[in-house]
Each structure stands twice: as C-alpha cells, then as structure tokens.
C-alpha cells in the first residue's frame, strides 16, 4: 500500500472498520444544503466521499464542497473524480487544485455514460480510463508527473469503484488488481443491499489483498430506486423494503410524516445491512449515500 | 467500407433552395452497397427532383474519394457540369470534398457519413474501427475496445457492467470488454489483458491526417 495520507485509509490500513458517507452535489445553484447535511455527519462517520454529476447530470463541481467542509466542518472529503467529462489536463488542473486546497483522498471511477445521463448531446471524453487515471494520480503524487512534466502534489491517497459483474469473475478480479496495481488502497462498491454480493465481492478483493468498502444507497421513494436500477442494473432494493415505501408513499400522512417513515425504514435496512456487513471478511467498511435525507444517523 | 445513410429530402430540398440547374454525383462503391448514392439511388432521387429542378446530369462515380478516378469520370459530365448552379453529391464526406475540389461548385451534400464499418449482409453495417492510429486489436483478441466500447477503454470493463451487458443503452447489448475476455480466454492469451495499458496518445488524432510517402 502507497504513504498515507488520510485517515480514513490510515484506519483501514489498521484493519479497522470505517464508516463513510457520500454526499451527491446535486445542485446547480447552491452547497448550503449539501453542507447542512454533512453537518449532521460530523461526528458519526470518518470520512465523506464527495461525488460529482451523479447520474451523468449538470452540477456544481465538488472540488468547493470538498474545501468547505475541510476547513468549515473539520470533516475529511474524499474527491470524487471520473473520466467521462475531462481530458487529462482537465482533470489534472482539477487534481492540482485539489492538492493545493489541502485535499488528500482521491476516489476514482470511469463515470456513467453522457447518453444515461440529461445532457445526451454532451461529448463523452473518456480520454484516460480509471486505471489510467489511479496510475497517473501515482505518478504526480511520487513526484513523476506524466507527459510534460507536471510538479509534484502533496500526495493523494486513491481509492476505486469496483463493479460486480457476476458472468465473468475473473475479468473482474482482472480488474481489481489491475487499480490495486495501478495505486488504488481502497475500493468502494456501486450501492448493495444484499450481505450475499457484498460477500462475493469481498471474497474477490480479500483474495487480491485490498480493503473493500460497501456502499448502501438510501432509496426515499420508488421513483429514486427506479431511476437508479437506470443507471447501476444491479442496484436493486429487496422488494419487500420497496413495497413498505411505496405503501407509505400512498398513505394518507402529511409528507413530513411520510418523509420520516421513509426515513425509519431506510434506517432500519441500514442497521441490517451494516451489522451483517461487519461480519463478513475483506469487507473493510460502509459507505452510506446521504444525500437524500436530513439526517440518517450512520451505525456506530 | 464508408457507411452512409441518405439525409431527408427535406434537408437536401433546402440546401438546393435557389439552384435550378443540377448535376447528381454518385459512389460505385461504398455509397452503392450502402444503397444510399449508387446508380440506383441516382436514379430514385432524379424522379423525386425532376419537377422542381433541372437535371443536367448524371453520374456514378466509381470512386468518387479517389481524385484521380474523379477527375477521369467527370470528364464525360465536364459541360453539365460548368454550367450547373450546384452538384448534389451522393457519396462520404471524402467524395464530397474530393469532388468540390474538383469542381469549384456549390455542392449539396446528399448524405451523412456514419462510420467506418463491417457489412455482415447488405442493410447489417457495424462500427468496427476508430481510426485511432494505433492498433491493440492483437492484445483483445482482434475485437476492438476503442471503436466498440462506448466508452473506449482500454483497460477492461467499467464498473456498470452487469452480466455481461454494457450500460449503455440500457444493459441490452453485450459489453465488449465481456467479447474480448471470452475471445482472448479461448485463444489461451488471458495474461495479454492483465498488462496495463497506456493512456492513448491524443496527438495521433488531434490534427488533419496526412501521409505523403517520402523516400
């Protein structure tokens, strides 16, 4: 594993299990509410991936977001790259940024499609992949810069999103060591909320040797869970969790009302999940998708 | 193989607003088995255009994207030509350019070049190249990631793939990283995938193509 440089990956270098969250930017206008919510994470969760145009939408970057909740909340962002919109020294000019605000973890993932996301006419990029890009942010962070010399950052712990395609298990070990080659010290699953794939996962990365961090996305009405099966196909809520928000979606209480059944019974999912996730081995933490909710209190 | 779709009538009726004398260019080649500016479409279009313009000439080209065979060709059509107001040119974007630089006229183009593609069976064209000027098609099996992963990777898979299927376009069709393990795997060359692959070098397309053959 590469020098650390935050302590979410010092934690999990020590075999400790970590709670993340991840905020989506989901914006084009204002952070206030996305700080508001990491606020409310303060003291539940080690660190907070920041995710940017989630779903391939149009919306703030998330370098600002990222900067603001380390200097104003104390809490420790990790940026969220990807490679669909930015060539190389756009995402460099980025990363550069990032070190000189004093950011130090970095996860990386391809990026959904422009055709999935809203602005269909959009160019996709693409042009370094995301084991390229774990493999040039290496590079920069051990001071070898890449074609043209680009001067050294403060150092980037890099994570990586793994995906769970079941038809070919090699291919996706493949994979794995391919970004745990290449400088990943983490990787962070696209949502689960099944023990058994996080377990097949685990059993993959524990094999390869890198800590695997689960991610839970909390579904606050039918409509969400649908649009994200558009974008993630296997991430898919069990059904009778589904039918018990599509129930309260269609009862007679006041939305707020309805807003904190839907939030109780997400919780209760999570507490689930999150203890059978901690049993299972190669599963090194839980990464809760907080945006949609004030406040889901992370399992300690 | 260049793979055209004609334009809508409508497009190419308001790109020939205002000229009256016409001269129709075609491809033998590409465009005829594409059946978008063959003879045989040549003629289609005449019958649609007849009533409103004044149709000079015509001409299939054998390969309109070959100046040379241009130039030999169009001798026959060389008055019509002169004195046409525009030329409606049914063949790739190469043919077009080829045969404005050959005649200096308005010329209409009558087609949208789609792709450089496979022809499994007249009306079945597949994108199967990028042109990307530097070949890995060895490392995958002879299937390639550049042209048929949306996303170009040269790596492997995304993280969306999901059984196989690619994310775009709704997990539907196959992902070709899923193609190229399956074929790499029969051919016993797994390991070729486990290397890691370079970023691609951007210049090789980021101006004009050339090559002029030097000694």
């Not at chain 1, 004030?294 to 300690?300: F, H, L, N, Q, R």
């Not at chain 2, 149709?55 to 030999?72: L, N």
């Not at chain 2, 079945?124 to 550049?146: H, P, Q, V």
Request: hydrophobic share 35%; aromatic share 6%; glycine share 8%.
């Amino acid at each position: 594993m590469p020098k650390v440089s935050s302590s979410v990956v010092a934690k999990l270098k020590d075999g400790k299990f970590v709670t993340v969250a991840e905020l989506e930017v989901n914006s084009q206008t204002s952070i206030e509410k996305l700080l508001d919510r990491a606020k409310s994470l303060q003291n539940s969760v080690d660190s907070v991936i920041v995710s940017r145009d989630p779903k391939s939408s149009l919306y703030l970057n998330n370098l600002i977001p990222c900067f603001m909740m380390k200097e104003k909340l104390k809490l420790e962002p990790i940026y969220s790259a990807d490679t669909r919109d930015k060539n190389r020294l756009g995402l460099f000019s980025d990363i550069l940024t990032a070190s000189q605000l004093g950011l130090t973890n970095i996860i990386v993932s391809t990026g959904i499609h422009t055709t999935t996301g809203t602005y269909i006419k959009a160019k996709p990029v693409f042009d370094v992949d995301a084991v390229q890009l774990i493999t040039m942010i290496r590079d920069v962070t051990n001071g070898k810069g890449f074609s043209g010399g680009v001067p050294k950052t403060t150092g980037f712990d890099i994570g990586a999103v793994v995906g769970f395609d079941h038809s070919r298990p090699e291919m996706e070990e493949m994979m794995i060591q391919k970004k745990k080659d290449a400088g990943a010290s983490y990787l962070v699953t696209l949502p689960i909320y099944e023990s058994e794939k996080a377990k097949m996962i685990a059993n993959r990365t524990s094999k390869i040797g890198i800590p695997l961090v689960v991610t839970i996305y909390p579904i606050d009405s039918v409509e969400t869970a649908n649009s994200l099966g558009k974008v993630f196909a296997d991430a898919k809520p069990p059904e009778d969790f589904l039918n018990r928000v599509r129930e309260i979606e269609k009862g007679p209480t006041k939305a707020e009302t309805k807003n904190k059944e839907i939030s109780n019974v997400n919780r209760n999912l999570i507490d689930v999940l999150v203890k059978e996730l901690k049993t299972i081995k190669g599963v090194s933490g839980c990464n809760i998708v907080s945006t949609k909710f004030d406040v889901i209190k992370v399992p300690s | 193989m260049i793979i055209t779709v004609q334009k809508p009538l409508e497009e190419i009726m308001k790109m020939l607003e205002g000229y009256d004398k016409i001269v129709i260019i075609g491809c033998n080649t590409c465009a005829a088995l594409c059946q978008t500016g063959g003879e045989e479409e040549i003629k289609e279009i005449v019958e649609k255009l007849k009533d409103e313009k004044q149709i000079m000439g015509t001409i299939a080209v054998e390969t309109p994207c070959d100046v040379r065979i241009s130039k030999r060709d169009l001798r026959a059509l060389n008055k019509q030509i002169e004195e046409a107001d525009a030329i409606l040119a049914m063949a790739c974007g190469v043919g077009v350019q080829s045969i404005a630089d050959l005649t200096k006229k308005n010329v209409v183009p009558a087609l949208d070049t789609k792709f450089l593609g496979m022809v499994e069976r007249v009306g079945r064209f597949y994108e199967r190249c990028r042109m990307c000027g530097s070949c890995t098609l060895f490392d995958t099996g002879g299937i390639c990631a550049i042209s048929r992963c949306p996303k170009g990777l040269l790596n492997g898979p995304c993280e969306t793939v999901s059984n196989g299927k690619c994310e775009v376009g709704g997990w539907k069709d196959d992902c070709v990283w899923a193609l190229i393990w399956d074929r790499v795997n029969q051919l016993g060359r797994v390991d070729s995938l486990k290397k890691y692959q370079p970023e691609r070098d951007g210049s090789l397309k980021a101006t004009l193509g050339e090559l002029v053959w030097t000694e």
